[in-house]
């Protein structure tokens, strides 16, 4: 409900903010919420489906306005959020796929939170032609990008087979294609519901996108694309790699743990990914 409320507290309105609510029963739509959708701001959409990337597809299908935004409903948005990703686009009319930062809450008592520091991280999500992955709680694209790659891969994110990546698997299928993917640093939202203990909720994170990873690399180098399977290489060796030096040298946190699952959930779904292509 924070994520709809902020969303609606935006210096520049959304023409709909629509919801795809999964397994959810119609009281989920509290009185602050029913005040948007009668205003036409807001649209619940009940799916008794499963899978993130299902419930964007839903949402694309439930709309007709020119550009999508998207969040998570975990997280908050900068009241500047909907302006800052419609701004990049007039500045920059040749990018069909943004990604902005997904910044951590102000508590994290020693727990771990998904994020996405476009300063920081397009370091290894990039391209001598711009960006090219991001986190999808920060994302947006128009319309018509759909058109010309295709949906989400319903296999892909948490609730499918694959487990998570639906954002990677997309962003990587645009830039193959030749799309230009760009990151920006004005566009912010706070995982402020992502906090996770340390222990078994953070590995299973970390090997859930691990699976998403690897199955990733796998539709690269299905579709010969070679400089999106460098990408992910990059990102997965630079993490043990870190990670080795980090436990020589004796520094803390080694990040051994968290390297040890990805790479552990990457060589599973790269095997998922090619037993599913070969039984297709």
């Known amino acids: 409900m924070d994520a709809v409320l902020s969303i609606a507290a935006s210096t520049r309105v959304p023409e709909e903010i629509v919801v795809v609510a999964q397994f959810a029963p119609s009281l989920w739509v509290d009185s602050q919420l029913k005040a ?47 302006e800052a990703h419609i701004s990049a686009y007039e500045a920059h009319p040749d990018a069909a796929l943004i990604f902005g930062s ?41 319309m018509s990008l759909i058109q010309k790659i295709g949906d989400f891969d319903e296999r892909f994110g948490v609730g499918a087979v694959l487990g998570s990546g639906e954002d990677l698997e997309f962003s990587m299928r ?49 579709r010969e694309d070679w400089v999106g399977s460098a990408l992910i290489l990059r990102s997965v060796t630079g993490l043990m790699a870190d990670s080795a030096w980090r436990l020589l040298t004796r520094k803390t946190p080694t990040g051994a743990r968290m390297a040890a699952h990805l790479f552990r959930g990457s060589a599973i779904g790269f095997a998922k990914a090619l037993r599913e292509s070969m039984s297709s």
């Open 36 to 82: 948007l959708e009668t205003r036409g701001l807001l649209r619940v959409v009940f799916d008794s489906g499963r899978g993130l990337s299902r419930a964007r597809n839903i949402a694309i299908r439930a709309v007709t306005t020119t550009h999508l935004l998207w969040t998570d409903d975990d997280c908050i948005v900068a009241p500047s959020w909907v």
């Open 102 to 142: 997904v910044d951590p809450p102000s508590a994290v008592n020693g727990g771990y939170v998904p994020t996405f520091d476009v300063e920081e991280e397009l370091g290894t999500w990039s391209t001598q032609s711009g960006a090219a992955s991001g986190m999808g709680a920060n994302m947006s694209f128009p």
């Open 174 to 222: 645009a830039r193959a294609k030749g799309f230009k993917v760009i990151g920006i640093r004005s566009a912010r939202v706070v995982h402020e519901g992502g906090v996770r203990p340390m222990g078994s909720e953070s590995n299973t994170i970390w090997y859930r996108d691990g699976m998403g990873m690897g199955a990733v690399l796998f539709e690269s180098f299905r």
